[in-house]
């Protein structure tokens, strides 16, 4: 009983945090204190929910209001959502701390912590709700939060950028709505684990179709996954670097844990289908992404870019499909997420030393020679990012391109290996600072 009460914890302790941290406003070191201490207790307690459901292998579950499902509304975690819930809250204890030494004058208005909490919560419980129609909800406050936090950037174009986040977020919503009618329509229960039940019991409803291509298009949008990748750049380079480290790093792995959930669990029957699409906008990815980074000007658009090209990777895991590949997916996921939202920071706090605040190549070129350290770090993480041994990011390649031959996908995994050799060192026209990376970030 008590580990099933674990499972709400990390949704409800950010979300409490917000708003005594709204009560907190006129107080701004009080309040950022308060917000570290509230986000690394909720990440503790879902470190806790992670041990305990690998250690007895079987999810927990919490009924609100004790309405038995498939009538209530069932919180639950099992390994995958737990995995993607301490993923996710490590970056955002990471960006918090980020945000308590920025120079950025959004992070002294009253209501930038209470927000970042209440990203935290929407993300949060996206990944741990059992109802699909309050993925939806959480969906929307994780929108609502990230448009916000973005307008309010010193960044001359964040309201802009909020604009576009926000109405590409709400098409995103209106496929995923969509989706969500057409499963209650056809099956009368929003329950996922009940849905899987009754869509494996009766697959041929006319509906479900329907239902399928609206939920794809709806997380394709919110991973940024090609041919819906277009409004990642502009809105991530224009958010606060806190904000920006962690939509780029794991707020874009919601659209990824939606693909999990719809192979292996709502349509496992045309996971074939879903597969294939996965797998080739995921090589996609590999090459737009990488070849976008290595063509812009500014060093966070840059990494924006790399996002892109990251998922692709992720994409042809699930896309393969075999267990193997589905594990490289998540420890990739997992190891992008806090390597990209490392350089993210790295990059903020070099831009903010610049003569004029920006992390245009241009402005940041030769800050490096006064901050070594950064320089090195910046350095490490690129060969993290590009899969260089022994880094992370070679761990990961190394599981993704093992399970792509174990599958027998040769193909697929030939234009990966050709995208990351073409895109390998395309670097160093001056060592310093804003150049010393491998620009390959596939």
């Known amino acids: 009983m008590l580990y099933n009460h674990l499972a709400v914890l990390p949704v409800v302790i950010p979300l409490t945090g917000a708003a005594a941290a709204l009560l907190l406003g006129r107080f701004k070191k009080i309040q950022a ?67 308590m030494g920025s120079k950025d004058k959004c992070i002294g208005y009253p209501s930038f ?21 309050n993925l939806f909800v959480f969906a929307e406050l994780l929108v609502i939060s990230g448009a916000v936090l973005t307008a309010i950037s010193d960044h001359r174009y964040g309201t802009e950028a909020a604009y576009k986040y926000f109405y590409i977020s709400q098409m995103a919503a209106f496929f995923l709505l969509l989706g969500i009618g057409c499963l209650y329509v056809s099956c009368g229960t929003l329950n996922m684990a009940d849905l899987a039940k009754r869509i494996a019991a009766a697959p041929d409803k006319p509906l479900l179709p329907a ?62 289908l879903i597969r294939g699409i996965l797998l080739v906008t995921g090589v996609i990815g590999i090459f737009y992404g990488g070849l976008g980074a290595t063509g ?29 590949a589905m594990t490289a997916a998540i420890v990739f996921a997992f190891n992008h997420s806090l390597a990209k939202a490392a350089m993210l920071m790295l990059a903020g706090y070099v831009a903010s030393r610049a003569s004029v605040k920006s992390a245009a190549f241009d402005v940041v070129t030769g800050v490096g020679r006064s ?7 910046f350095f490490l993480g690129s060969l993290g990012l590009s899969g260089i041994p022994p880094t992370n ?40 600072w804003g150049k010393v990376c491998f620009l390959f970030f596939c």
């Open 33 to 99: 204190l308060w917000s570290l201490a509230v986000m690394t207790t909720s990440l503790c307690v879902s470190i806790w929910l992670l041990a305990a459901v690998w250690q007895t292998g079987k999810p927990f579950v919490i009924q609100a209001g004790g309405w038995e499902a498939p009538f209530g509304i069932s919180i639950g975690a099992d390994l995958l959502s737990a995995v993607f819930v301490v993923m996710s809250q490590l970056v955002m204890v990471m960006g918090i701390v980020y945000a």
């Open 113 to 133: 912590f209470p927000l970042f909490l209440m990203l935290a919560t929407g993300l949060t419980g996206g990944l741990l709700t059992a109802d699909i129609f």
């Open 211 to 272: 239902a399928l291509a609206f939920l794809m298009a709806a997380f394709m949008i919110k991973s940024a996954a090609f041919p819906f990748h277009f409004w990642q750049p502009d809105f991530h380079t224009a958010a606060p670097t806190a904000v920006h480290a962690v939509l780029s790093s794991v707020v874009v792995k919601f659209g990824i844990y939606g693909f999990f959930r719809l192979t292996t669990l709502l349509f496992p029957h045309e996971a074939v």
């Open 296 to 324: 812009t000007y500014d060093v966070k658009r840059m990494l924006a870019y790399s996002t892109m090209g990251q998922l692709g990777f992720i994409l042809a895991g699930i896309g393969w499909g075999t267990p193997l």
């Open 371 to 377: 901050l070594p350290l950064a320089g090195i770090l």
């Open 393 to 432: 990011g070679f761990i990961s390649k190394m599981l993704l391109f093992r399970s792509g031959i174990e599958s027998e996908h040769f193909y697929s995994l030939l234009l990966i290996g050709f995208a990351s050799v073409l895109k390998q060192p395309l670097f160093i026209r001056r060592l310093d």
